[in-house]
Nanobody, 118 residues
């Protein structure tokens, strides 16, 4: 079994910063990639940023220059600066993991709310 647990969401004023964290735990053999997605009511979940096991990084256009993804072992971080009201969403951690049984699957966290408002 694999679990992803997010933390770090909350309420912040426009222009402020937040740092999200996501820890992957369980029967993990290898983490192929980790990333962050976000979703607002009535819209599809969208990629914010992702980082592969080899360190390649991909950002959504809306995140470039303001958000920074990083990873330390089984934890992925999303540093969000210069936050805007349109960044308000539930942020989900995602990981593509090869388990100890050598099965490769996608896993999701339960999500953490980020609200940007004055």
């Amino acid at each position: 079994q694999v679990q992803l647990v997010e933390s770090g969401g909350g309420l912040v004023q426009p222009g402020g910063s937040l740092r999200l964290s996501c820890l992957a735990s369980g029967s993990i053999f290898w983490i192929n990639a980790m990333g962050w997605y976000r979703q607002t009511p009535g819209k599809q979940r969208e990629l914010v940023a992702a980082i592969t096991g080899g360190g390649s990084i991909n950002y959504a256009d809306s995140a470039k220059g303001r958000f920074t993804i990083s990873r330390d072992k089984n934890t992925v971080y999303l540093q969000m600066d210069s936050l805007k009201p349109e960044d308000t969403a539930v942020y989900y951690c995602n990981a593509e993991i090869t388990t100890s049984a050598l099965r490769r699957s996608d896993y999701w966290g339960k999500g953490t709310q980020v609200t940007v408002s004055s």
